[in-house]
């Protein structure tokens, strides 16, 4: 979890062993004032949460997906 100076936390998830099929490129999704990029990568998914909107939260998942791809 990351928060910044307003106090606006931003959330990443990681899940294990997902089946193949499930594999996915970036998607952005919206609950109430949460907003939420899920992707993956063979088996396992990642999601990245906040109160954010999509225009802040997909470079957001941008950054964190190329980090993680080191």
């Keep these: 979890m990351y928060e910044n100076e307003q106090g606006r936390r931003l959330v990443l998830y990681v899940r294990n062993k997902l089946p193949a099929d499930e594999a996915a490129g970036l998607r ?3 609950a109430g004032d949460t907003g939420v990029v899920t992707w993956s990568s063979g088996e396992t ?3 990245l949460a906040g109160a954010f909107s999509e225009k802040e939260l997909l470079p957001a998942a941008q ?8």
């Design 28 to 30: 952005y999704e919206r």
């Design 45 to 47: 998914g990642y999601g």
């Design 63 to 70: 950054l964190v997906r190329a980090q993680l791809a080191l």
